[in-house]
């Protein structure tokens, strides 16, 4: 009996301090991630989301398009998300800070989306863009198999002899029909911000340091 009793606080105590140690060492090395100040200009990263797109984020989040695409692009050596234009470096944990929930992903049927807002790595991917690609992705993107959302938009008659400013100029053959327009609902617009929010731009010198393969050393003095 007094063995058992040995045996159950210690088979206790091995799994109490493992699992301790799990939270500890991750709380060590991500828990205390801030913003990083740069010292060249005093901006702060990452920068905050604007009220809309955070809320893009909710709707984003909502909408499950985590189940078919990812937020997280492999640096060098670890996959072609590079040459894939995903992303202009590998993402880092800090670039996750202001997210409430992280939205990495771990399937791409889809495209990576870390960087979608990036009009460089992107030409053309404007607010119109991702509007048309909700609405009817085939509109934008042939064959595509990403599914429509159609039902972030309204479908109504045009009031008055103009078209609203925010309706669609969709293809004739996804335009609704004559005398009618299609325009974004409010959660269509804050997910459409929040898309065009994603781009991670700014390469954090001490993270762009410890990510680097090991520097060789150096000939000669300084
Ligand atoms: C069933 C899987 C699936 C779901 C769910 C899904 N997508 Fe997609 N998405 C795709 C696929 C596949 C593509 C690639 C389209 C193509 O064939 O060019 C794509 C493309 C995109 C693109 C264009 C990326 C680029 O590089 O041009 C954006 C933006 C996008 N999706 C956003 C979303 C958002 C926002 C949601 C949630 C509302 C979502 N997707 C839900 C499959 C999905």
């Given at each position: ?39 060249t ?72 989306l ?19 690609l ?7 993107a042939?064959?595509s ?13 045009v ?59 150096k000939?000669?003095?300084h």
């Amino acid at each position: 009996m007094k063995n058992g009793l040995v045996l159950f606080f210690g088979v206790f105590a091995a799994l109490a301090l493992s699992w301790a140690g799990v939270l500890l060492s991750a709380s060590q090395q991500l828990g205390r991630l801030g913003q990083f100040k740069d010292p060249t200009d005093d901006t702060i990263y990452p920068q905050p989301l604007s009220g809309l797109a955070n809320q893009g984020r909710l709707v984003y989040q909502d909408l499950g398009c985590v189940t078919c695409h990812t937020q997280q692009v492999r640096r060098e050596g670890f996959g072609a998300d590079l040459a894939r234009k995903w992303g202009q470096r590998g993402s880092y944990a800090r670039d996750y800070i202001r997210d409430e929930t992280v939205h990495l992903g771990s399937s791409r049927v889809g495209p990576d989306l870390r960087n979608v807002g990036n009009l460089e790595l992107h030409p053309g991917a404007d607010a119109d863009y991702f509007y048309k690609l909700l609405y009817a992705p085939t509109s934008v993107a042939p064959g595509s198999l990403m599914p429509a959302h159609a039902f972030l938009f309204d479908v109504h008659p045009v009031a008055g002899r103009q078209p609203s400013a925010s309706a669609l100029k969709l293809p004739s053959r996804f335009a609704p029909g004559p005398g009618l327009e299609v325009v974004p609902t409010a959660r269509a617009q804050a997910l459409v911000a929040y898309l065009t929010s994603l781009k991670d731009t700014y390469d954090y010198p001490i993270e762009r340091s410890r990510n680097a393969p090991a520097a060789k050393p150096k000939e000669g003095g300084h």
